[in-house]
């Protein structure tokens, strides 16, 4: 018996000291006020962000702008914390080839109202910046170099109730 209460009780404490703990991902928490749909009509046409939370390290997000019947621009998005960056990755699909590309932006800098994420290496945009203005409205803006002219687009949302 007594060999018996020492292995559950070295079990016990084996089991104690190697508990495996929830991951924290800081980074992707961040962005938890992407969450929800978001909506603007403008001269682009209308616009529509919907940004749901996959798991604990990712959250998704599907961009769409239609004029009249048609949709002129849609993308994805796969928003994920990896180790100790955060990535803004664009899914979309080449009409030419009718393939997906992806292109990933980093988080370069951070606030409680604010998520810059860049690519230097990509054509345009280069920085895509988000902008919590208050708890119903956000901005989203592009920004970069357009054969060589420096070209900047910005998309105020509000929450969609």
């Known amino acids: 018996m007594k060999k018996l ?5 070295l079990s016990i404490v084996y089991a104690c ?34 940004w749901e939370k996959l798991t604990d390290s990712t959250i998704t997000g599907e961009c769409h702008i239609i004029k009249g019947k048609d949709t002129v621009f849609q993308e994805n998005v796969l928003l994920e914390q990896r180790n100790d960056s955060l990535f ?3 899914i979309v699909k080449d009409k030419d080839k009718k393939e997906e590309e992806s292109t990933s932006f980093y988080l370069t800098q951070s606030s409680a109202k604010q998520l810059v994420f860049e690519n230097p290496k990509h054509d345009f945009p280069t920085k895509i910046v ?30 969609k109730k």
């Open 5 to 9: 209460i020492t292995l559950l009780s």
């Open 17 to 50: 000291m190697h508990k495996q703990e929830k991951k924290e991902y800081p980074l992707i928490a961040k962005a938890n006020w992407f969450l929800g749909e978001w909506h603007n009509i403008s001269e682009y046409g209308d616009l529509t962000e919907k």
């Open 88 to 90: 803004y990755n664009v």
């Open 130 to 159: 988000y902008n919590l203005i208050t708890s119903d409205s956000i901005s989203a803006s592009i920004h970069g170099k357009e054969k060589g002219i420096e070209k900047s687009e910005t998309f105020p949302m509000s929450k």
